[in-house]
């Protein structure tokens, strides 16, 4: 069972480039959500989207934009990457939306922007 | 949204039982109460999920009281392998997504 799939596992890239981190799941799990994780500031959502064809902005989404064209994919977009966007990025997924059930994790893509 | 406010780090010994409490003075009726695990280099990972007094799975146990302002998870004789940071997360369901929001997490390391 593969449940949430993030690729790359780690990338670096230059300031200016524009950067997309791929999420697929296969559980067929509604709502999906991007997270990054940066030290000491625990873990901050991005974006979410509760179904197919809706998406939603969360607690910190300049400079990141997503597209949920079908339920597996929830690709996260860096226009134009900054130093500041350096961070673990964290895909999951739920059954649906809400915080009652439980949040599936992907293993985490590590982006450094020089 | 309530907001999550738990010890930045707690240390114990292998064997000892570990309650790490979490304050959400804000919760809303319709919240619930969820604990996430999570090891170095890893995605965070359910541990129990609870909306009032009690709940037990073969992982953990949460306490809710009445008021449901605090929660206490609690780890029977950890291990080693128990060392990680852990997540309160209380939240709404069925409602809005957009403020399933992590606190900073309480980092637990377990010594031989």
């Known amino acids: 069972i593969a449940g949430i799939t993030q690729a790359p596992t780690s990338q670096i890239l230059a300031a200016g480039r524009r950067m997309t981190l791929r999420c697929t799941q296969d559980?067929?799990?509604?709502?999906m959500y991007w997270y990054r994780q940066d030290l000491g500031l625990g873990l901050r959502l991005i974006h979410y989207s509760n179904t197919a064809g809706t998406t939603g902005k969360g607690e910190v989404p300049d400079g990141y934009s997503v597209s949920r064209a079908n339920t597996d994919d929830f690709p996260l977009t860096l226009a134009s990457a900054v130093p500041s966007q350096t961070s673990v990025y964290f895909c999951?997924?739920?059954?649906?939306?809400?915080?009652?059930?439980?949040?599936?994790f992907g293993e985490g893509s590590r982006l450094t922007v020089l | 949204l309530a907001k999550t406010t738990q010890p930045i780090s707690m240390d114990s010994y292998e064997g000892q039982e570990v309650n790490i409490t979490c304050s959400h003075n804000n919760i809303a009726t319709n919240d619930y109460i969820t604990w996430y695990q999570q090891f170095p280099s890893q995605g965070p990972r359910f541990i129990i999920q609870g909306y009032k007094t009690k709940v037990t799975n073969e992982v953990a146990s949460l306490f809710i009281p009445a008021d449901r302002k605090s929660s206490t998870l609690s780890l029977p004789r950890v291990s080693l392998s128990d060392t990680a940071v852990y997540y309160c997360?209380?939240?709404?369901?069925?409602?809005?997504?957009?403020?399933?929001?992590f606190g900073t997490g309480t980092r637990l390391q377990v010594f031989p």
């Open positions: 997360l209380v939240g709404d369901w069925g409602l809005d997504t957009d403020k399933l929001i």
């Open positions: 999951a997924s739920s059954e649906d939306q809400g915080a009652a059930g439980e949040l599936f």
């Open positions: 559980m067929r799990h509604n709502a």
